[in-house]
């Protein structure tokens, strides 16, 4: 009886040893293992079991990206300005036995090593090119310490200054300073708005001027196109008058010639002429002497006929 309960202590022993020793690595986890004292193995996600006794988790590592705020560190530019400057690292353990065997402290030492490469990058720049070179000086910060912590098994994915902290009297210069460029930019632009005003007016004069002078080129044009037209009619208006008076002159002589006119007709209508001729303002009158025969003879028949 005795012997059946020490065996079943024995049994409960070691089933309740066995199950203790079984472990399940979740997800993004590593198990680093040592046997007596030495590196063993690194479990990776899944069911497994370690001997009792002999092997131990020396350490668990998660496999996720990581990050780490650095507190501000004091930094001295090349124009010897002291400023604070905190740094934001993200990382991700590749390899867990290095992480676990390649160094000390592995986040104290990322500190420290981000501290010294800031403090010799910021050294080369001025405090107008660290202000407006955060891009460059994370890059180059990213690739010191991913060079660096790579026999750690680390790798730094990406590295951020957060903040610039410059001393308070350079903060005060830098708001003087952006002050008057703002006042600057703004003297400027109504400047540059006065200017446009006054070329537009200036082109508004310019284009009116020139359209009142293309509206007067265009009146005189018509103008002396009208006269000229004007003049044509009446010379055209003249020529055909001289051309009807000759016409009628030319009807006249046909119709005497027809008629077989004799001198004396011929001579009362020179009479008939010379009256019309006397109706103008002529002061002297030369009469022919056919008209004066003509004269005695209208003045004969005048009398026979009394």
Not at 38 to 43: E, K, L, R
Not at 136 to 151: C, F, S, W, Y
Not at 240 to 260: C, G, Y
């Amino acid at each position: 009886m005795k012997l059946a309960i020490v065996l079943f202590i024995l049994v409960v022993a070691i089933l309740a040893l066995v199950l203790a020793n079984i472990r399940v690595v979740p997800q993004s986890k590593a198990f680093v293992i040592e046997r007596l004292g030495t590196y063993y193995a690194t479990w990776q996600t899944g069911l497994h079991v370690k001997v009792p006794f002999i092997d131990r988790i020396a350490k668990i590592v998660s496999l996720k990206e990581q990050v780490v705020d650095f507190k501000p560190q004091p930094v001295i530019t090349k124009d010897n300005v002291t400023m604070q400057i905190d740094t934001v690292v993200f990382y991700q353990i590749t390899d867990p036995k290095l992480y676990c065997y390649g160094v000390e402290s592995p986040i104290s030492a990322i500190e420290n090593l981000s501290a010294t490469t800031l403090r010799n990058i910021i050294g080369e720049l001025e405090l107008d090119s660290t202000l407006t070179s955060r891009d460059t000086i994370n890059a180059k910060i990213r690739v010191i310490l991913d060079e660096a912590t790579d026999p750690w098994g680390i790798k730094v994915n990406r590295v951020e200054l957060k903040n610039i902290i410059p001393p308070r009297e350079i903060q005060d210069a830098m708001e003087k300073q952006m002050k008057a460029e703002r006042e600057r930019r703004e003297a400027i632009l109504r400047a540059e708005g006065e200017k446009q005003s006054r070329i537009l007016v200036a082109e508004g004069h310019k284009e009116s001027k020139i359209l009142e002078a293309e509206a007067e080129k265009q009146s005189a044009i018509l103008r002396a196109e009208a006269v000229k037209e004007a003049k044509i009619r009446e010379a055209e208006g003249e020529a055909e008058a001289i051309s009807k008076v000759q016409q009628a002159t030319a009807d006249a002589i046909k119709l005497l010639n027809d008629a077989n006119a004799n001198d004396s007709v011929l001579k009362l209508k020179a009479m008939e002429a010379f009256a019309k001729a006397a109706d103008g303002q002529a002061t002297k009158i030369i009469i022919p002497s056919e008209i004066q025969g003509v004269a005695g003879l209208v003045e004969g028949i005048t009398q026979s006929v009394k």
